[in-house]
């Protein structure tokens, strides 16, 4: 390589080109509410085509409505092996490819562990962890076979940190982070997949927290900016991670935590 090689004009990508996701056909399910309806609408604002997944159809079409770039809704519930199948199925069929997947739907069951029923261990463990292994497996079985692709599967800090009354949760999304891990091992080179690990971010999964005054007060001041993150803090990371700007990484969890994990965790 000659110095004369390494001039703007032979990087891989144009820099103002490099967030590029304008085409890419981006899969999002948890497309309803809160992160994925941020992502799917902050892919679409950018011009992707957008595949919203959720096993809430009517929210899924709200957050479709906002968005003006080519887009199809499906019904998809992740505990549903067969409709994740058909996800793919109707994406392949209208698209013929999938470049993007945001592995979105989670939910959370906040209790002592003594106090957590099996069967609850069993809904946070089935939609979490399964859900998210079911959608990567399928979809990563056609970006494997297309030789091309950016997964992104949505964890948490609680990867990292630990927080009374977490157990079942923080629990699948540090089995979400070495899933992450172990997929960009498998499928690299071409496929490359990553997971982002937020913080408490205003959406409906936290509502019972920010309305108690006391716990939200506390929770909020646990990172340094000393606030929840917004919906939309989310979208930057998201198309970092889907585009050629991150393509040097792989088996990577994001944190996007105001510095939580490294204040060192949770303070009583
Ligand atoms: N909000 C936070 O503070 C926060 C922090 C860290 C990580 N996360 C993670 O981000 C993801 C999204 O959370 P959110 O805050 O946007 O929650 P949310 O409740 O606002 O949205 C979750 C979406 O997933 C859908 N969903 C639930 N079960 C489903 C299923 N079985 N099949 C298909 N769709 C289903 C819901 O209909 C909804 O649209 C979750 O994995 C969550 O653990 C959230």
Known sequence: MSMKDWTIENWYAEPWKMFNVEGKVTVVTGAA?????????????????????????????????????????VKCDVRELGDIQSLVKQTLHAFQRVDVSFNIPGINVRKPA???????????????????????????????????????????????????????????KGAVRQMTRVLAAEWAPHVRVNAIGPCYMETPLVKQ?????EWFENTRNQ?????????????????????????LMTGFMLLLDGGWHCLGGWVQ
Do not use: H
């Not at 509410?33 to 957008?50: D, P």
């Open 209 to 213: 927290v920010m309305e108690n005054k």
């Open 33 to 73: 509410s809160g992160l994925g309806r941020a992502i799917a609408l902050g892919f679409g604002a950018l011009g992707a085509k957008v595949v919203l997944a959720d096993s809430n159809t009517d929210g899924a079409e709200e957050t479709a409505a906002e968005i003006t770039s080519s887009n199809m809704v």
């Open 223 to 247: 990172n340094m900016l000393k606030r929840f993150g917004k919906p939309e803090e989310v979208v930057g990371p998201s198309i970092f991670l889907a585009s050629e700007a991150s393509r």
């Open 114 to 172: 003594l106090e957590l029923a099996y069967e609850e261990w069993d809904q946070v463990i089935d939609i979490n962890l399964n859900g998210v292994f079911r959608c990567a497996k399928e979809i990563g079985k056609v970006m494997v076979d297309q030789k091309s692709g950016s997964m992104i599967n949505m964890a948490s800090v609680f990867a990292e940190i630990v927080m009374p009354r977490q157990v079942a949760y923080a629990s699948t």
